[in-house]
C-alpha cells in the first residue's frame, strides 16, 4: 500500500482551503466599463447579460455598489464618429470626462483608460486609414495624443490596444514629454484576431465597415510571436503587459509569465463572458454552481500567470471574495 495519499489533503473544505495554491484576491480584479453620454442612462447590452451602458452619474452608483473594488478599465462611447477618431482625444470627450468624475468621486481608486480609435472612428479601424490601408506612423500620433489627454484627466494607467507597431514607444515619449512621467502603460501586447470580440464589437458599435483586423491584431495560429511582441512592448516602456484573449491563450499567459519578469493582465472578453453565462444558465439550479463555474474559470487564468484579471463577472467574484 502507498505511504503517499494526496486524498487526506482534500478530505475537507478546511484543509482544502488550507493548502491551496491559487487564490483570487480583490487587487487581481480590473472591472470594463461601457460609458456613454447623457445622464441616467443605464441601457442592457443585448449580448451581453448583465453589462451595460452607463452614464458617468450612474457609473458613480454602480462602483459604490461594488464591494473592495481596486480598479476600472474603461471604454468611451461618443455621440458622434468621424473618418479620423477626433472625439478620442477631445478634453471634452466621454471619456477624459469619465476618468475626472471617477478620480474625484473615488479616492483609492486606480482608473485605466482604452487607448483606441475602434471606437471613435466612423469606420470601426483601431487607426488612421489611408488609401484603404492602415497608416502605422499616422496612427500612433494619434494614439499618443488620445494617451496624453487621458493623463491630463487624471487616468493613473492608459491602456493601449491598438496593436500598432511602436505604440508603447510613442505614448511613453509623449507622457514623458508633457510630464507625464509618473503615469503608467498597460500595453494590450499580445492581443489576438480573435472570433471571441463580438459581443464587445457590438457594446462598443465598433465592428470594421470594411476589411478586417488580421493585419494588425495576432493570428491565433502563433505562440512565439507573442512573446516577441510582449518584449518589444516592455524595451518601449510597458509598465504592465496583456493577453487579449484570456481562456484560449493561457497556454500564452504562462510562457510570458516564465519568460518575463513584469506584471501580466488577461482580458477574459466579451465572448467568453457570453459563453459561460450560457453555460451557467444551462446548470443553473438554485444553487451557486454558476458562480462556482466563474470561480473555476477565473482561477485557472490566474494559475496560469496572470496577476490581474479583466472580466465582466467582476462584481459577483468580488462579492464572493468579500
Same mark, same amino acid.
Given at each position: @500500500?502507498?505511504?503517499?495519499?494526496?486524498? %487526506?489533503?482534500? %478530505?475537507?473544505?478546511?484543509?482544502?482551503?488550507?493548502?491551496?495554491?491559487?487564490?483570487?484576491?480583490?487587487?487581481?480584479?480590473?472591472?470594463?466599463?461601457?460609458?456613454?453620454?447623457?445622464?441616467?442612462?443605464?441601457?442592457?447590452?443585448?449580448?451581453?447579460?448583465?453589462?451595460?451602458?452607463?452614464?458617468?452619474?450612474?457609473?458613480?452608483?454602480?462602483?459604490?455598489?461594488?464591494?473592495? +473594488?481596486?480598479?476600472?478599465?474603461?471604454?468611451? +462611447?461618443?455621440?458622434?464618429?468621424?473618418?479620423?477618431?477626433?472625439? /478620442?482625444?477631445?478634453?471634452?470627450?466621454?471619456?477624459?470626462?469619465?476618468?475626472?468624475?471617477?478620480?474625484?468621486?473615488?479616492?483609492?481608486?486606480?482608473?485605466?483608460?482604452? *487607448?483606441?480609435?475602434?471606437?471613435?472612428?466612423?469606420?470601426?479601424?483601431?487607426?488612421? !486609414?489611408?488609401?484603404?490601408?492602415?497608416?502605422?506612423?499616422?496612427?500612433?500620433?494619434?494614439?499618443?495624443? !488620445?494617451?496624453?489627454?487621458?493623463?491630463?484627466?487624471?487616468?493613473?494607467?492608459?491602456?493601449?490596444? /491598438?496593436?500598432?507597431?511602436?505604440? *508603447?514607444? /510613442?505614448?511613453?515619449?509623449?507622457?514623458?514629454?508633457?510630464?507625464?512621467?509618473?503615469?503608467? +502603460?498597460?500595453?494590450?501586447?499580445?492581443?489576438?484576431?480573435?472570433?471571441?470580440?463580438?459581443?464587445?464589437?457590438? /457594446?462598443?458599435?465598433?465592428?470594421?465597415?470594411?476589411?478586417?483586423?488580421?493585419?494588425?491584431? @495576432?493570428?491565433?495560429?502563433?505562440?512565439?510571436?507573442?512573446?516577441?511582441?510582449?518584449?518589444?512592448?516592455?524595451?518601449?516602456?510597458?509598465?504592465? !503587459?496583456?493577453?487579449?484573449?484570456?481562456?484560449?491563450?493561457?497556454?500564452?499567459?504562462? %510562457?510570458?509569465?516564465?519568460? #518575463?519578469?513584469?506584471?501580466?493582465?488577461?482580458?477574459?472578453?466579451?465572448?467568453?463572458?457570453?459563453?459561460?453565462?450560457?453555460?451557467?444558465?444551462?446548470?443553473?439550479?438554485?444553487?451557486? %454552481?454558476?458562480?462556482?463555474?466563474?470561480?473555476?474559470?477565473?482561477?485557472?487564468?490566474?494559475?496560469?500567470?496572470?496577476?490581474?484579471?479583466?472580466?465582466? #463577472?467582476?462584481?459577483?467574484?468580488?462579492?464572493?471574495?468579500?
Amino acid at each position: @500500500m502507498s505511504s503517499t495519499t494526496l486524498r %487526506r489533503l482534500r %478530505r475537507n473544505s478546511l484543509i482544502r482551503d488550507w493548502v491551496k495554491e491559487t487564490e483570487l484576491h480583490p487587487k487581481n480584479i480590473i472591472l470594463p466599463f461601457f460609458v456613454v453620454e447623457g445622464k441616467g442612462v443605464q441601457e442592457p447590452i443585448k449580448s451581453m447579460p448583465g453589462v451595460y451602458h452607463l452614464s458617468i452619474d450612474n457609473l458613480i452608483k454602480d462602483l459604490r455598489s461594488a464591494p473592495q +473594488i481596486h480598479s476600472v478599465l474603461l471604454f468611451g +462611447i461618443p455621440n458622434k464618429k468621424d473618418k479620423s477618431g477626433s472625439g /478620442a482625444y477631445k478634453k471634452e470627450g466621454i471619456t477624459q470626462k469619465a476618468i475626472r468624475a471617477l478620480k474625484k468621486e473615488f479616492k483609492d481608486l486606480i482608473v485605466i483608460s482604452d *487607448v483606441c480609435l475602434c471606437g471613435f472612428t466612423s469606420n470601426g479601424h483601431c487607426g488612421i !486609414i489611408k488609401n484603404g490601408r492602415i497608416d502605422n506612423d499616422a496612427s500612433i500620433k494619434a494614439l499618443a495624443k !488620445i494617451a496624453l489627454s487621458h493623463a491630463e484627466a487624471g487616468a493613473d494607467f492608459v491602456a493601449p490596444s /491598438a496593436m500598432m507597431d511602436g505604440q *508603447v514607444k /510613442a505614448i511613453r515619449q509623449a507622457l514623458n514629454k508633457k510630464g507625464f512621467k509618473d503615469t503608467g +502603460i498597460l500595453a494590450y501586447s499580445a492581443k489576438y484576431a480573435s472570433n471571441f470580440y463580438g459581443p464587445f464589437r457590438e /457594446a462598443l458599435d465598433s465592428a470594421p465597415q470594411f476589411g478586417d483586423r488580421k493585419s494588425y491584431q @495576432m493570428d491565433f495560429r502563433n505562440a512565439n510571436e507573442a512573446l516577441r511582441e510582449i518584449e518589444e512592448d516592455i524595451k518601449e516602456g510597458a509598465d504592465i !503587459i496583456m493577453v487579449k484573449p484570456a481562456l484560449a491563450y493561457l497556454d500564452i499567459i504562462y %510562457r510570458a509569465k516564465q519568460k #518575463f519578469n513584469i506584471p501580466i493582465a488577461a482580458y477574459n472578453v466579451s465572448g467568453e463572458y457570453t459563453m459561460l453565462q450560457g453555460l451557467a444558465n444551462s446548470v443553473g439550479d438554485g444553487r451557486d %454552481r454558476p458562480l462556482q463555474l466563474f470561480i473555476e474559470v477565473l482561477t485557472s487564468i490566474k494559475r496560469a500567470g496572470a496577476d490581474f484579471i479583466i472580466t465582466y #463577472f467582476g462584481k459577483e467574484i468580488l462579492r464572493w471574495i468579500k
